[in-house]
Nanobody, 115 residues
Framework: QVQLVESGGGLVQAGGSLRLSCAASRNTASSTYMGWYRQAPGKQREAVAS???????NYADSVKGRFTISRDNAKNTMYLQMNSLKPEDTAVYYC?????????WGQGTQVTVSS
């Protein structure tokens, strides 16, 4: 069992930055996949960014060039640096980690971008 806890969300003006963190309760160095997702009101959850155990990253087109995903295996933590935020980035952001055949989700952190 792994608990994931997101933090770093909040209210920011358009053009601003936030850094989200996802702290795991146990070692995640073997996690083959870790990612960030978001869900806006009335919309389906969507993938934002992902990173493999080898460091390969992938981004949704809507955030490319603005968001950066990273992971620190020594700290069992994954990050999402979000720059040049837009009102359409407003959503609850969730982290996900895959360990073996199981996937774990955090409880989410709210990001609100005002225009």
């Amino acid at each position: 069992q792994v608990q994931l806890v997101e933090s770093g969300g909040g209210l920011v003006q358009a053009g601003g930055s936030l850094r989200l963190s996802c702290a795991a309760s146990r070692n995640t160095a073997s996690s083959t996949y870790m990612g960030w997702y978001r869900q806006a009101p009335g919309k389906q959850r969507e993938a934002v960014a992902s990173i493999t155990s080898g460091g390969t990253t992938n981004y949704a087109d809507s955030v490319k060039g603005r968001f950066t995903i990273s992971r620190d295996n020594a700290k069992n933590t994954m990050y999402l640096q979000m720059n040049s935020l837009k009102p359409e980035d407003t959503a609850v952001y969730y982290c996900k980690a895959t360990l073996g055949l199981l996937a774990y989700w955090g409880q989410g952190t709210q990001v609100t971008v005002s225009s």
